[in-house]
């Protein structure tokens, strides 16, 4: 089983032009951050690689980061036959939310990036059906963000706000 410090120094062998860097929050939960551009490639190497086998997508959640003016996602990965686990999290500008899908590296991400999509408004490029799934089609905004105003009718019928 391997920690979050082992698998950090095996991306940056396999990948040593991407910025990685290893950092943890309140809870002292260590996670890896990737740059948005670079998450397909390193979720390759964490599926595949012999030693590290990140066969399940656990979760994927959208973040909102007001102060800075951002949003993320929090991907937590494990492996079912190594018995490890990760997280990795991206972040991006606000203003032009995309991160790359992964959703042809872990099938369970289609729905989960349909959700971040649908709740913070992260559009995920590639993906093969991005569209809402718990709002409807003409719904306006986006209900998890930090800054959210609900809209007060929908089709001529109060949302109660």
């Known amino acids: 089983m391997k920690t979050a410090e082992d698998i950090l120094v095996i ?3 396999r990948l040593p032009d991407i910025e990685l860097a290893l950092e943890s929050g309140e809870s002292g939960q260590p996670w ?3 740059p948005a551009d670079n998450i397909k490639d390193v979720s390759k190497i964490l599926r595949d690689d012999e030693e590290l086998r990140f ?4 979760c994927l959640s959208g973040l909102h980061y007001p102060a800075e003016e951002e949003l993320g996602v929090a991907y937590h990965i494990h492996s079912t036959s190594l018995k ?3 997280a990795l999290k991206v972040r991006v ?3 032009d939310p995309v991160i790359p899908s992964i959703e042809m590296i872990w099938k369970t991400a289609d729905w989960h990036e349909r959700e971040a999509y649908d709740m ?9 059906d991005l569209r809402r799934i718990l709002c409807p ?3 306006e905004g986006f209900p998890l963000r930090k800054d959210y105003t609900p ?3 929908y089709h001529g019928v109060s949302t109660g706000e």
């Open 11 to 13: 991306l940056q062998n």
């Open 32 to 34: 890896i951050k990737v």
């Open 55 to 58: 066969d399940t997508l656990m």
């Open 84 to 86: 490890h686990t990760l």
């Open 93 to 95: 500008p606000a203003e």
């Open 120 to 128: 913070v408004g992260i559009r995920f490029s590639d993906h093969p």
């Open 137 to 139: 089609d003409d719904w």
């Open 151 to 153: 809209q007060e009718f």
